[in-house]
């Protein structure tokens, strides 16, 4: 597997820099969405290569996005580190995480985005119009 | 701490690890739920990211063919995008974040909801594991 597939290299590599940067830019701002950017430049890039598929564009993102999640982390000197929810949530969601992992090669995953999207949809209208 | 967190914490990871979305679930739960700001959702978020990515990721790349050079390509270019984007950050108010956030959220909604990915999971040239 090449980075780039045929003669459309120049392109996808302006793609993927262009992509990094502005993945870079959304989680240093919002504390999330670098992996849909990642995901989005490896589905384009990829889209003319049978052999590679979203469950791989997918891989790459997550390898892609724990890095810059870690940097991100070091951005936040103001915010108090010492949350009594950590604990709770930490273990819980890798385990989630391990599940999902092992789930993704065994389920439908159509239902499943359509309500991610509702949430996400919901909950963003929420947040734009609350105060 | 609320016992719904331990539950909610699991499932969101699951929804993740699937690939099916879910970082900013995270935001939502901790901000609408939870009453969190807005920052410390979104650095709460960042740390259970990782802790998801750190068990999920593996499992993916055992298993999907990943391009290290893009790999390096995406990251390498991300470090500066992030300083930029914290800067950013630094500059607003936290409630012009939260509006952000907001239509970031929506925007990916809609584009799970509407958008065409050829990758569709669902497709047959993607069935293989």
Same mark, same amino acid.
Do not use: C
């Given at each position: 597997?090449?980075?780039?597939?045929?003669?459309?290299?120049?392109?996808?590599?302006?793609?993927? =820099?262009?992509?990094?940067?502005? @993945?870079?830019v959304v989680n240093g701002l919002l504390g999330t969405g670098a992996g849909t950017v990642f995901f989005f430049v490896a589905?384009?890039?990829?889209?003319?290569?049978?052999?590679?598929?979203?469950?791989?564009c997918f891989a790459c993102a997550m390898a892609a996005v724990f890095p810059v999640s870690l940097l991100s982390l070091f951005?936040?000197?103001? =915010?108090?580190?010492?949350?009594?929810?950590?604990? %709770?949530?930490?273990?819980? @969601? @890798?385990?989630?995480?391990?599940?999902? %992992?092992?789930?993704?090669d065994r389920i439908g995953q159509k239902t499943l985005k359509k309500i991610f999207a509702a949430v996400v949809v919901f909950?963003?209208?929420?947040?734009? %119009?609350?105060? | 701490?609320?016992?719904?967190?331990? +539950?909610?914490?699991?499932?969101?990871?699951?929804?993740?690890?699937?690939?099916?979305?879910?970082?900013?679930?995270?935001?939502?739960?901790?901000?609408?739920?939870?009453?969190?700001?807005?920052?410390?959702?979104?650095?709460?978020?960042?740390?259970?990211?990782?802790?998801?990515?750190?068990?999920?990721? +593996?499992?993916?790349?055992?298993?999907?063919?990943?391009? +290290?050079?893009?790999?390096?390509?995406?990251?390498?270019?991300?470090?500066?995008?992030?300083?930029?984007?914290?800067?950013?950050?630094?500059?607003? +108010?936290?409630?012009?974040?939260?509006?952000?956030?907001?239509?970031?959220?929506?925007?990916?909604?809609?584009?799970?909801?509407?958008?065409?990915?050829?990758?569709?999971?669902?497709?047959?040239?993607?069935?293989?594991?």
């Open positions: 597997m090449t980075l780039i597939p045929g003669n459309k290299g120049r392109a996808s590599l302006r793609l993927a =820099v262009l992509g990094g940067l502005f @993945a870079g589905q384009r890039i990829y889209r003319d290569d049978p052999g590679i598929g979203a469950k791989d951005t936040y000197p103001s =915010v108090n580190a010492g949350s009594d929810l950590l604990p %709770a949530l930490l273990i819980p @969601a @890798a385990l989630g995480g391990l599940l999902g %992992a092992f789930l993704s909950g963003g209208a929420y947040m734009i %119009a609350g105060s | 701490m609320d016992l719904f967190d331990i +539950p909610a914490a699991f499932l969101i990871g699951a929804l993740t690890g699937t690939g099916v979305g879910g970082g900013g679930l995270f935001v939502l739960y901790l901000t609408l739920l939870r009453g969190a700001e807005q920052l410390r959702a979104q650095w709460l978020n960042l740390v259970l990211f990782a802790a998801v990515s750190v068990s999920a990721v +593996p499992y993916h790349l055992a298993r999907r063919k990943v391009s +290290p050079k893009l790999l390096f390509i995406l990251v390498a270019l991300a470090v500066p995008g992030t300083f930029a984007g914290a800067a950013i950050r630094g500059a607003i +108010p936290a409630g012009a974040v939260r509006k952000i956030f907001g239509g970031a959220m929506l925007l990916t909604g809609a584009h799970v909801l509407f958008g065409r990915d050829k990758a569709a999971f669902e497709t047959a040239e993607n069935k293989k594991t």
